[in-house]
């Protein structure tokens, strides 16, 4: 990426790390199955479980509850699918869960409910209580951080609901990964979603991390590669990527306080001109700022940041291409909003600099589009 280049879309994906880039090109120069037995292939499955204790230790679980996977999306799915079979009767998907949850939920064919956020974006956690009182079995889908808003939801406190009713909690903590600190056995969750992208490790690889009250049920079937949880010749080198990635990320998360400075010290210039921040009243991870600007169209700032060499996303803009008003912001009551809503995400790499880039190239094209709104009205 060229450095004159202004890169704040790290929810969407993130640069990759230097450790991660190189553990990658030093996986490729080995030529072994992690499933031979012979010397090459005993160093690949070294690899691989390295790796696996390196993403364990990023959420403080032992290498055994690591199962990789091809990414988020899959290790969501692998969650939802794995309690279907473990004899759940119905899926609670809190409202602002990423499509990857929201579609395999959908795709199961149970009954689906939805627990609704509040104006920040903050699961209703009494709604929780009340719904978990329900006949039968419920899996409960809560994410620990929203990709558009940053907004960090109460876990812990639903796991001690789902617990109670007998239920099992799912946590996509895809966002929340390497951006605050995480310890599964603490946040309650029977199984969470991890990815390696959005780390600074490669694309296409991610986790499935599983508690001692689930049972991981296997979709893809053929060999027993992941204990029999996941079929298929593993991905050493993404693997690889993401163990140090996870590494480099834990190591890191201190430094993550500079990016919420920086973010906070952008969302006052927006303010000041009118702009409004979604979720700002709730706990949010550092580095991830969502604005709106009543009449400012988010593919318009978008496009007008591009052009000033910012990059960033509208709204969730995960599978882009694709111009549709944020669904999230809709749940959280802001209606209004949601065609205007735009996400600037920073991460390890981003410098203050980014940020104030950013800030001036939004104000330079929010009084430019202002004027001209004003001249056609
Ligand atoms: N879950 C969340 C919250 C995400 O933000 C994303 C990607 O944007 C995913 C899941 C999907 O992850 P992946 O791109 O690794 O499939």
């Known amino acids: ?55 364990g230790d990023l959420v403080g679980v032992v290498a055994g509850s690591v199962t990789f996977v091809s990414g988020g999306t ?25 499509d990857a949850v929201v579609e395999s939920a959908a795709a199961g064919g149970l009954p689906i409910l939805t627990l609704p956020i509040d104006g920040e974006g903050v699961a209703d956690l009494a709604w929780l209580e009340e719904a978990l009182k329900a006949d039968g079995r419920a899996l409960v889908c809560l994410m620990l951080a929203n990709n558009e808003t940053g907004v960090i939801q109460p876990v ?19 966002q929340a990964a390497g951006k605050i600190a995480i310890d599964f056995t603490a946040l309650g969750a029977d199984t969470m979603a991890l990815s390696a992208h ?39 080198a993404g693997i690889a990527g993401f163990g140090a990635a996870a590494q480099a990320a834990a190591r890191d ?58 990059m960033v996303s509208a709204g969730s803009a995960c599978s882009s291409g694709k111009v549709k008003a944020s669904r999230v912001v809709e749940a959280m009551g802001r209606s209004d909003l949601a065609p205007f809503a735009l996400r600037v995400s920073g991460g390890w790499a981003s410098t203050e600099q980014d940020w104030i880039s950013c800030g001036d190239a939004w104000l330079a094209a929010y009084s430019r589009i202002g004027a001209r709104r004003r001249e056609v009205a």
Request: net charge positive.
């Open 1 to 55: 990426m060229s450095r004159s280049a202004t890169y704040l879309d790290y929810n969407a994906t993130a640069p990759i790390r230097p450790e991660a880039r190189e553990a990658v090109l030093r996986a490729f120069d080995l030529a072994g199955n992690p499933s031979s037995v012979h010397a090459s292939g005993r160093k690949a499955r070294d690899l691989v479980e390295a790796a696996r204790a390196q993403v």
């Open 74 to 98: 899959e290790a969501d799915a692998l969650a939802i699918a794995s309690a279907k079979a473990a004899g759940v009767s119905r899926i609670i998907v809190c409202a602002g869960e990423h």
């Open 156 to 174: 812990a406190e639903a796991s001690a609901l789902v617990r109670a009713a007998d239920g099992l909690l799912h946590v996509d903590a895809v």
């Open 198 to 236: 959005k780390i600074g490790g490669p694309q296409g690889v991610g986790a499935l991390v599983s508690g001692t009250r689930a049972t991981v049920v296997r979709q893809q079937h053929g060999g027993g590669q992941e204990r029999g949880r996941r079929a298929g010749t593993e991905n050493v």
């Open 253 to 310: 998360l201190p430094s993550m306080a500079n990016q919420g400075t920086w973010r906070d010290a952008l969302a006052q210039r927006v303010k000041a001109v009118g702009a409004v921040v979604l979720g700002e009243g709730a706990p949010r991870l550092p580095q991830t700022l969502c604005l709106a600007a009543d009449g400012f169209a988010s593919q318009i700032q978008v496009m007008n940041l591009d052009l000033a060499g910012v």
